[in-house]
């Protein structure tokens, strides 16, 4: 009797929860040589990870290799793109032609001072491009969904609204598969509710990669002031999510395209527990170093600590 007396507080201590409190830091990267081309096979010890400068402990490590796609495909349609409609036409079906499978999604928005989506998740080319070119014949959009609240907006342009309610709602439910937007547009914005950081750290957190496709039209063949704000604000977007951009009049598009579904197909994933505890919502700086020469790591550069 005494002895089962003794053994009582141990059986309700061990019936008691065990929680432990581990945030990881995941990242999804893509590594290629100095010819451009994707490095599939190296391992978790060709790898060294530094937050802030240092060093941290990898805990999961994984190669991924044709991995179904969720995608989602951004179209300005604003007054500075009017001269590009056949264009973004013409690349969009170019895109979807060379990198959407039958495994894949992508879903739809266009945007000029209000971001709607046009056609939700599908598998069809030819459905999304039916879409859009049925969307930029129309002169009232009204009775497409909005994306995000409803804001009094008196400017033409909502780009960072566009991409951020997109992240924010499309990618909420899609857990399966790799996360990336393709924005066909120019940059510029004068009538978004967010801004800049907004839109790169929701992006950063839910891991998805940005690629930008810019569409310019000179002022009597230079370059504005605005046009080249866009350029900048595109190439950080991309470069700070982990994606790249492009420019839509220079040679090689398709090969552009052929990239991006490479780099997403064929890429990694790590994670690893913060040497540093505090959750102050400070941006921590990440890089990731190849210990073999003449390789790059292509991955966003860094997070917020929420």
Known sequence: MKAWLLLLPLVCFAQEPFRVDVQLVNVGFSVRDTQGRLVPDLSKDDFEVLEDGVPQKISFFARSSD??????????ISGSQDSFVKPHQRDLKAFLDTVLSSRDRAFLLCFGNHPRLVADYTSSPGQLVDAFLGYSRLHDTSNYPELGPPEIRTAGTAFYDAIY??????????????KALIVFSDGEDNSSAHHEIDTIELAQSNNVLLFMVRYTEPSHGRWTARNKYGRAIMERLALDTGGADYDAQQQGLAQNFREIGDQLRNS?????????????????KLAIHVRKAGLTVRAKSGYYAR
Do not use: C, K, W
């Not at 991995?67 to 300005?76: A, C, K, M, T, Y």
């Not at 924010?168 to 399966?176: H, I, L």
């Not at 990694?268 to 921590?284: C, H």
């Open 268 to 284: 990694y994933e790590l994670a690893y527990q913060s040497t540093n505890p505090v959750r102050d919502g400070a941006f921590r």
């Open 165 to 178: 309610h997109s992240v924010n709602q499309m990618f909420r439910t899609e857990d399966r598969g790799r």
């Open 67 to 76: 991995v179904p796609l969720r995608i989602g495909l951004i179209v300005d």
